[in-house]
């Protein structure tokens, strides 16, 4: 809202320095976002939070202003008083008193419309509202002055010259001030004829009934409506004014009469017009007005330095409440803000100046602070990753449809935003890999093909009609795995399933309790033959592959993509409660290769599984340390090299002990895949 | 001369001679192995007479001694020789790079929600988690939010459905803390959080927020001022100045939104205040017993100003080049 300065000094007796003005009014709770300059002096683009409708008027910002000096404000008092005037029965009616507490109006006649007075203009303008003749701009101005939204009708246009507020009977229309043709319902609240709408009450007026050059008598309305009833008209019409701004948020309802008083007192200044008559008035005021106490050191146990009474009643007093008794407020009919006793702790300590405010730590007793074990288990996780040479991203949860967003087989519906606005905001990820996969192509484009990242995030999906969240772990590689160093080899190999599912049995490993089994799988996103899915304790957690050969073509990166996804839910952060300490072996081990040539289709699994089988006693580890094809073997055939570790806790192994180990291994391998070994 | 001082003669010039340590163990071997000339002498011991053999062994042992001694003197010298051009022909380029090592990054928000725990864990707050997906009633109705009132054109919100939305802040995470716990309570939360914004270079859709609040007894907005002041130098550096500016939150009163004195000017971080008696009532506790504060911040806004980065949208762009700078 822009105020021009020397319009609030009209009202507060207070120093007109715009930057002194501004900090006051900022400090006081009226952030000024900027100071601008205009025809009548400096303005104040002044931001006003929703619960101070009060402060949408110089009047209102210019009572802070004088609290925070510590002045009291007068407002003039209207010379004319409702008395004078003659009243003019069955002016109005009002059928929908829920929605309208307050309906008031003056008629004028004699009324010559024209431009308005320079001084109105001007402050208008420096308002930023635009000068249309002199009866609007007064309307606008009493506005601007008292935050009472006022509307001026051309009388001789109103139907039986009458007023009816009531709701809109539906399918009717009204054409508004802007030109646009609305289509109403019951639950609008409209200012009518005695044959259709004139007006929605509180947002616009129609154009049929508006002030022309051709007007020469007025019914200016000045009315109350319920701030509700206003905000979901205003809202389903998509129609914002600086009424309806108002009405939304707070009105005076006691001003109703003093605005239209004030508003027909300057159109006869100008000699725009003659009051000549008003309705009745409708208001049934409260008997009683809300009066509220405040314990000065009740004040300053909240805020945290001392309160005198003295202070408290001061403070209060300048923001327009009366000392009723000892410690006892009445609150103004323009602060319905002001509820309770902490709402006037608030007053005092904003006006006194939350500066005074010391900083002290809170005393309790001391309790170490608890972290979910959710919380350390991603952090654990970011860090084994990071040292392991990955990147470490942050993906939207909110996304497109993707032929990546699913997880595995899973096809559950998606979490979709209800009336969404674009399809990129349309729904919640069920993967991580459409981010990933997004990243990484935005990356290759600028030259980045090598990359290695993960992102530890929540999917979504449809379970039942319930949405549930479940914390992922995803990861991508692409490209070159080593750094980029000055020898060639020093390049390291390009990813392949096999490093992602090294970095899956890394984390699965540290974090998982169990041991976790790959099996070949059948995810659609992934090349048939270069996927697994991984189970633990019979429940599927993790997938890693090899992007699909058709996807990879669509998203144009040159290096081979390989993706795993796996759940955190059954992983639980490693801590040192559940760790044991193993004492290191006190008698050497023998390490012995065996080379067995098996057909290449031959399974892996199958070796693992066939050792398993026979496993010897002093059998302590074993690993695959080579695969080898190519002549001298014959096409069809691979060599592995399988390196076994032999050892035993009570003595020292003899070459007999380890030989004989190895004659049934090589004797479990021949039967279990018609393994042959070198001579 | 006999034909013993003609060989150690031999000997002692040959190892003066010798121009590696290699020749000097070939010299050493000829002279005084098992099957060296010297060796040989001592066999012709037993052929002499008698009274003879005491001298002549004396002799020989004379002279094995002269040879060892050579030996190892010129041993030390050529040894030493060696060493020195070992040493030259390994000299190296140091000037070449190192070999880079492969480590990761952590994304800078990560990085910041960990430092922001830490801080937190230190001063005595629990770190709790909120879901994202979070009900209507705990992301306004539970925070003191008037039924459809303008404070909420300030939220966008992304509805699912009528009861559930996108928490649009963490501050979701009080109303189920204090449904189910009992003060006193330090609890913060640190998530993401979404709102309807058009994206540009200080606001998105997509944002991260610390929430954090105590409730307790005798609770005042100067323990509220000395917390944010404890969190502000643990971020931000020492002797960091914070200033209280009234603000409008419907969860706290009084509300304040808090700036710190950063590069010549006062920057504004987050909102904050007193929890609303409102609130605590709802879940019954006794506003008069018991009252609390509450205060949240952005986490970008944190890393920015920071680091100076500049731009909202580079945090979930993921351009390598860009993690990269604060791995």
Known sequence: ?679 | MNELDHILEQGLGAVRAAATTAELSRIESEYLGSKGVLQAQMKLLGALPKEERPAFGSRLNVAKASMTDAMCERRSVLASQETDLQIQAEAIDVTLPGRPIAIGARHPLSSTIRQVKDVFLRLGFDIAEGPEIEEYRYNFEALNYPEDHPAFDEMMTFYLDDTRLLRTQTTAVQGRRLAVHNPPMKVATVGRCFRYEAVDATHHHTFHQVDAFLVAEGISMAHLKGTLKAFAEAMFGEAIRLRFRPDFFPFVEPGVDYSIFWNNRWLELGGAGLIHPNILEANGIDSEQYSGFAFGLGIERIHMVQTGVPDLRLYLENDMRFLGQFA
Request: hydrophobic share 40%; glycine share 8%.
């Open chain 1, 1 to 679: 809202m822009k105020l021009p300065i020397e319009w609030i000094t009209e009202y507060a007796p207070i120093p007109s320095d715009p930057e002194a003005m501004a900090e006051k009014l900022t400090m006081a709770g009226l952030e000024v976002e900027e100071t601008e300059v205009s025809e009548v002096g400096a303005v104040l683009n002044i931001k006003v939070t929703p619960n101070r409708g009060d402060c949408l008027s110089v009047i209102g910002v210019a009572r802070e202003l004088c609290a925070a000096h510590r002045v009291s404000m007068t407002v003039p008092v209207a010379k004319r008083s409702i008395a004078d005037l003659p009243e003019q029965a069955g002016l109005v009616e009002v059928q929908a008193p829920d929605l309208c507490p307050r309906y008031f109006a003056l008629v004028l006649d004699n009324v010559r419309v024209g431009p308005s007075a320079p001084r109105i203009q001007a402050r208008l303008e420096a308002a930023g509202m635009r000068s249309i003749n002199n009866v609007v701009d007064i309307t606008n101005y009493v506005m601007l002055e008292s935050g009472q939204p006022l509307h001026a009708f051309d009388l001789s246009t109103l139907k039986g010259e009458r007023i009816v507020v009531r709701r809109a009977i539906s399918d009717e229309q009204l054409t508004t001030l802007d030109g646009v043709v609305r289509s109403l319902g019951p639950s609008n609240l409209v200012i009518a004829d005695t044959e259709s709408p004139v007006a929605l009450a509180g947002i616009m007026g129609g154009a049929p009934t508006e002030i022309s050059e051709r007007t020469t008598r007025i019914l200016l309305e000045s009315a109350h409506f319920d701030p509700k009833s206003v905000r979901a008209t205003s809202k389903s019409l998509d129609l914002r004014t600086e009424a309806s701004y108002r009405f939304e948020r707070t009105v005076d309802p006691e001003a109703v009469v003093s605005a239209a008083l004030r508003a027909g007192a300057l159109i006869e200044e100008c000699g725009a017009g003659r009051v000549v008559a008003r309705c009745a008035d409708n208001w049934q005021p409260d008997s009683h007005f809300r009066t509220l106490e405040v314990r000065p050191e009740r004040a300053g146990l909240l805020l945290g330095f001392e309160v005198s009474e003295q202070e408290v009643s001061e403070t209060l007093g300048n923001l327009g409440l009366v000392l009723e008794g000892r410690n006892r407020f009445t609150i103004p009919s323009w602060r319905p803000d002001l509820v309770r006793e902490i709402d006037l702790v608030e007053e005092v300590g904003r006006i006194l100046g939350y500066d005074r405010i010391p900083e002290r730590l809170p005393t309790s007793e001391c309790v170490a602070g608890v972290e979910d074990a959710a919380s350390i288990l991603a952090d654990q996780l970011r860090g084994l990753l990071v040292g392991a040479g990955l990147t470490e991203v942050v993906t939207h949860t909110l996304v497109a449809e993707h032929v990546l967003d699913a997880f595995g087989t899973d096809d559950s519906a998606r979490v979709a935003v209800r009336s969404a606005l674009s399809a990129d905001l349309s729904g919640l990820r069920r993967s991580l890999w459409p981010g990933l996969l997004g990243t990484a192509e935005r990356n290759a484009r600028r030259g980045r093909g090598d990359l290695a990242l993960f992102e530890v995030g929540t999917t979504y999906r449809m379970t039942g009609d319930v949405p549930v969240g479940r914390l992922e772990l995803g990861l991508l590689m692409a490209g070159k795995t080593g750094p980029r160093g000055w020898q060639p080899d020093a390049r390291g190999q390009d990813a392949d399933f096999h490093t992602v599912r090294g970095l899956l049995e890394l984390v699965l490993g540290r974090f998982a309790s169990g041991s976790a089994k790959f099996e070949k799988s059948s995810d659609s996103r992934l090349h048939p033959g270069r996927q697994a899915k991984v189970e633990l304790d019979g429940t599927s957690i993790a997938l890693v592959g090899e992007i699909h050969p058709k996807l990879a073509a669509e998203s144009h990166l040159k290096n081979r993509v390989l993706l795993a996804e796996l759940a955190l839910d059954p992983m639980k952060p490693s801590s040192g409660a559940r760790l044991e300490y193993v004492a290191p072996p006190r008698f050497q081990s023998i390490i012995r290769d065996i080379a067995p040539r098996v057909a290449t289709t031959c399974a892996y699994s199958t070796i693992q599984d066939a050792v398993g089988h026979v496993r010897p006693e002093i059998l302590e580890s074993y690993a695959l340390t080579d695969i080898f094809t190519g002549p001298p073997l014959e096409p069809g055939m691979k060599s592995l090299t399988l390196q076994f570790t032999f050892r035993s806790t009570e003595r020292t192994l003899t070459e007999a002990d380890t030989n004989e180990a190895l004659v049934v291994l090589r004797r479990a391998l021949e039967l279990a895949c018609g393994a042959t070994f070198a001579a």
